[in-house]
């Protein structure tokens, strides 16, 4: 079975854009989730989706976006990127949305690096 | 989720058993216990979870204490390989998907 991709694998943009990234979870898996790790904030939660429906977010403003599709590939946006938003954003997939028994199954991530 | 406080740091000698300390002394009684690596470069990787019992899986051990209080992950044979910054969480039953990382603790495999 094929783990999870993400693309792209790299990316360098500027201030002031905005970036997509894509996730492709395991197949059979319907939810996926975001994370966003810097050396200073280490690994924090933006945001989970189960069945095309966002289940639960973390605290971030509301330029960080993402949704799925019905094929629960996801996307993240991020609008108006700030130097700060320089991270690896880590996707996650799982097989449900019961975050107890469910082991969630990581990505490599996509290194933005924001100029 | 409720907090888990890890070493920062630990070493250990290749070929030899290592044990990652965790605590967690506000858990809940449906809490379950996950545990996750990062290797180097890579995103967070799945080993272990339980929640009462002592559980065994093909990568490590968990070990749960009977007050439920704190627990060990016990790599049974350290090897390069295990080197990596190993994360101690708390789920609860039914939540959402999300992960609460903390620092972690940094494990160095010494050849």
């Known amino acids: 079975k094929a783990g999870v991709t993400q693309t792209p694998r790299y990316l360098i943009k500027t201030r002031g854009q905005q970036v997509t990234l894509s996730c492709s979870p395991i197949?059979?898996?319907?939810?996926v989730s975001w994370y966003q790790q810097t050396p200073g904030q280490g690994l924090q939660f933006l945001f989970e989706?189960?069945?095309?429906?966002?289940?639960n977010k973390g605290n971030f403003p509301g330029r960080f976006s993402g949704r799925q599709f019905s094929n629960s590939r996801s996307e993240m946006n991020v609008s108006t990127l700030e130097l700060g938003d320089s991270a690896l954003y880590l996707c996650?997939?799982?097989?449900?949305?019961?975050?107890?028994?469910?082991?969630?199954?990581f990505g490599p991530g996509t290194r933005l690096t924001v100029t | 989720d409720a907090k888990t406080t890890q070493p920062n740091s630990m070493e250990s000698n290749e070929e030899e058993p290592v044990h990652l300390p965790c605590n967690h002394s506000t858990i809940s009684g449906t809490d379950y216990i996950h545990w996750y690596r990062q290797l180097p470069s890579q995103g967070p990787e799945y080993v272990i979870h339980g929640l009462t019992s002592n559980v065994n899986n093909r990568m490590a051990s968990l070990a749960i204490a009977e007050d439920r209080k704190s627990s060990t992950l016990i790599l049974h044979r350290a090897t390069l390989r295990d080197a990596a910054v190993y994360y101690c969480i708390l789920k609860v039953p039914a939540g959402a998907n999300n992960l609460f990382f903390g620092t972690g603790t940094r494990l160095t495999v010494i050849p």
């Open positions: 197949s059979g898996h319907r939810s």
């Open positions: 996650a997939s799982s097989l449900g949305p019961s975050g107890a028994t469910y082991e969630q199954y």
């Open positions: 989706y189960f069945s095309e429906t966002q289940r």
